[in-house]
């Protein structure tokens, strides 16, 4: 039956794979009772017990002791329990060894599955640990196949597929098989076909991440991100701010030349990110979050979350973004409604009157040539 060579074999997968000869002679215990009592019929309480120290299994049977017996199977009268042990009274349990004989071939083919089964059980509980670990994080893994919709990644360092749906890769991603990619690891689940881990490029973490690996400052928290938007493929704003004099927090996350930001854009296939300094007032940091957009004027109004925002002419596409990705960010960015309007002036030469709307635009000497003549 169950001999040394088997309970050695046990500990070399202890040593080879890592995991407690225990837990392998509890499984085998619980696994070889119910195959023992399915084999048999019986209706006893019965326990396999395995012993590797002397290498030997052994099958016992419990009944207690009644006075008078109603079930055979799991009691035993005073008096046949006396004939076993003088000493045993009402309410004891008698142990008894049942013979293996029978039970051999079963007991073997038993222990096979359960061994096999066991260590696939363990080895799927530390790959998920590991890549639970993974969560939240960036991870670098390895185009394996594609759909129409759905891209599958060999994740680094573990034995899951990351899935990559559409919907979390960027419009302008373009993988072959064999390409590696770095993908943030957005959700990792279990379901009744195994580790589900959902990974992804377009959540707002995964630039996160990105700026916190190429930017040393942001990594040791020189430089904190206080809100980070973005509508991905498009556009990102960023918003950073430091408690340390002289340094600029724009600047760092920038890098000399560009070359930091640069780096993300690459992975981004372009997309633009715009760095911006955050401020405790208001307008500063709203004008701030229209980016490169000129503004002429601007009126907050605090309680209400509304600002009102005049830019010249020429350049309200600019500060609108296009389809409104600009503005829209911006208000994101902020918390505040943004209501960009155009500065637009209409000159009327009668009776030298000047006539404006949105009147705050700056006046140039020319402006005024025209009036004179």
Request: hydrophobic residues 40%.
């Amino acid at each position: 039956m169950i001999n040394k060579d088997f309970f050695e074999a046990l500990r070399d997968l202890e040593t080879e794979k890592g995991i407690s000869s225990d837990v392998f002679i509890s499984a085998l215990e619980q696994a070889l009772t119910a195959a023992y009592k399915k084999n048999s019929g019986m209706a006893k309480n019965t326990q396999v017990k395995l012993n590797p120290e002397k290498h030997t299994i052994k099958i016992y049977s419990y009944r207690t002791v009644v006075e008078n017996v109603e079930d055979e199977d799991k009691e035993i009268s005073l008096e046949d329990a006396r004939k076993i042990k003088k000493s045993y009274k009402v309410g004891d349990m008698v142990m008894q060894e049942e013979s293996t004989k029978e039970f051999n071939r079963i007991a073997v083919q038993t222990a096979k599955q359960v061994i096999t089964q066991k260590i696939k059980e363990i080895e799927k509980q530390s790959v998920f640990k590991d890549i639970a670990e993974k969560e939240g994080k960036l991870v670098v893994a390895n185009v394996k196949r594609y759909d129409a919709d759905n891209v599958y990644l060999e994740i680094g360092g573990t034995t899951l597929e990351g899935l990559l749906t559409k919907k979390d890769m960027l419009p302008t991603d373009n993988f072959k098989i064999g390409d590696k990619v770095k993908v943030y690891v957005r959700h990792i689940k279990e379901d009744f076909k195994g580790t589900v881990v959902q990974v992804s490029r377009t959540h707002v973490n995964f630039v996160r991440l990105l700026l916190e690996m190429e930017v040393p400052e942001l990594a040791n928290g020189v430089v904190s991100i206080v809100n980070i938007v973005r509508e991905p493929g498009l556009r990102t704003k960023v918003a950073v701010s430091t408690s340390v004099a002289n340094l600029d927090p724009v600047g760092a996350c920038i890098g000399n030349k560009g070359m930091r930001i640069n780096s993300i854009i690459n992975e981004l296939n372009g997309e633009k990110i715009d760095i911006i300094a955050y401020s405790d007032n208001p307008a500063d940091y709203i004008v701030s979050a229209l980016s490169s957009a000129e503004v002429s004027e601007i009126t907050v109004d605090t309680p209400a979350g509304i600002a009102n925002v005049t830019v010249p002419e020429n350049k309200l596409s600019l500060a609108i973004g296009k389809g409104g990705h600009n503005v829209r960010l911006a208000a994101k960015l902020t918390g505040y409604k943004i209501d960009v309007k155009a500065n637009k002036a209409i000159e009327h030469k009668t009776n030298d009157v000047v006539s404006t709307t949105n009147a705050n635009i700056v006046l140039d000497d020319d402006f005024f040539n025209d009036i004179d003549e």
